[in-house]
T-cell receptor, first 113, second 115 residues
Framework: QQQVKQSPQSLIVQKGGISIINCAYE??????FPWYQQFPGKGPALLIA?????SEKKEGRFTISFNKSAKQFSLHIMDSQPGDSATYFC????????????FGSGTRLLVRP | NAGVTQTPKFQVLKTGQSMTLQCAQD?????MSWYRQDPGMGLRLIHY???????DQGEVPNGYNVSRSTTEDFPLRLLSAAPSQTSVYFC??????????????FGPGTRLTVT
């Protein structure tokens, strides 16, 4: 049972373009939705996170859009750069359980120069 | 701060052997978790701890044991290694469950191969 579904599995974007990664969740009790970035051979690192009381959160070139009624959230990377090439994971957790993350399957992003 | 450290970085085991993966953090974080990462499956929670002396099972706990005798250390024990436990293991810690301090910091991982 996959509680957080992530798509696409891989994504190729030209430098300067917009990268969009989507996630859908099933459990309406989830209340914390982080995105992690992982480079080869490294551990995941938090990129940006959102709680369901807001529909959008922006940090620099990274934006999370959140649709509570559709149980979906997405990561938008504006002006994508080759240095953004990495694997991105969405995740979710229940109330007061941010240490028990349920991860999506990951998206491998390649930004071509 | 060293953050979250894990040892060893790589390990090869034979089926049936046991070993302990070490995890330590120097950030005085109460919450610690172990995840395994397998291709196409993201990360899955094995065990977690909400403080010294308190541990509980995650999504895929079978074949693993944990203990938390100090705030800093959270070792993961493989009791009798099986090829299905070939994976990359990540330890993570966080200070709180609220606001920005809920961020989980991940270690660099241990790549384990069981033959």
């Amino acid at each position: 049972q996959q509680q957080v579904k992530q798509s696409p599995q891989s994504l190729i974007v030209q430098k300067g373009g917009i990268s969009i990664i989507n996630c859908a969740y099933e459990n309406t009790a989830f209340d914390y939705f982080p995105w992690y970035q992982q480079f080869p051979g490294k551990g995941p690192a938090l990129l940006i996170a959102i709680r369901p009381d807001v529909s959008e959160k922006k940090e620099g070139r990274f934006t999370i859009s959140f649709n509570k009624s559709a149980k979906q959230f997405s990561l938008h990377i504006m002006d994508s750069q080759p240095g953004d090439s990495a694997t991105y994971f969405c995740a979710a957790s229940g109330p007061d359980s941010s240490y028990k993350l349920i991860f999506g399957s990951g998206t491998r992003l390649l930004v071509r120069p | 701060n060293a953050g979250v450290t894990q040892t060893p970085k790589f390990q090869v085991l034979k089926t049936g052997q046991s070993m302990t993966l070490q995890c330590a953090q120097d950030m005085n974080h109460e919450y610690m978790s172990w995840y395994r990462q397998d291709p196409g499956m993201g990360l899955r929670l094995i065990h977690y701890s909400v403080g010294a002396g308190i541990t509980d099972q995650g999504e895929v706990p079978n074949g693993y044991n944990v203990s938390r005798s100090t705030t800093e250390d959270f070792p993961l024990r493989l009791l009798s290694a099986a090829p299905s436990q070939t994976s990359v293991y990540f330890c993570a810690s966080s200070y709180s469950i609220f606001g920005s301090r809920a961020e989980q910091y991940f270690g660099p991982g241990t790549r384990l191969t069981v033959t």
